[in-house]
């Protein structure tokens, strides 16, 4: 398989593209479905809720934060994490402009 050579695409294109990976594993939904519910909690908080082990979660977290769908702030000795909400505005218009073009635009496809 060849290399993404992203460097062909706009900023705008890669931003989403990283937004869209970040959340293709069902527990980063689940993670953004739990923190949607509370607003905010720390990391044990989403270990009791979820079928996966502590250090599984740090992991999920960590690459939610790291493209931007979720921030963290210390709290003592422990990270509270909430939605970004920016970024997650990002992405609903983005989503939004496609379900606007695919009910304005649609055409038969043949299968």
């Known amino acids: ?3 993404t050579k992203t460097e062909n695409f706009s900023a705008h ?15 980063r939904v689940a993670i953004i479905d739990y923190l949607l519910s ?12 979820l079928p996966l082990a502590q ?7 960590r690459e939610l ?8 702030s210390i709290e003592g000795k422990s990270i509270c994490y909430c939605i970004d909400e920016k970024n997650i505005e990002k992405l609903r218009l ?13 055409k038969s496809c043949l299968v």
């Open 55 to 61: 250090p599984t979660v740090s992991q999920h977290l």
């Open 94 to 106: 983005y989503l939004d402009g496609i379900i606007s073009s695919n009910t304005t635009n649609a």
């Open 13 to 27: 294109q890669n931003e989403i593209a990283n937004l869209l990976k970040a959340l293709a594993h069902p527990a």
């Open 38 to 49: 509370v607003d905010e909690c720390i990391c044990s908080d989403i270990v009791h809720k």
């Open 65 to 72: 934060k790291n493209a931007g769908i979720i921030r963290g």
């Open 1 to 3: 398989m060849g290399l």
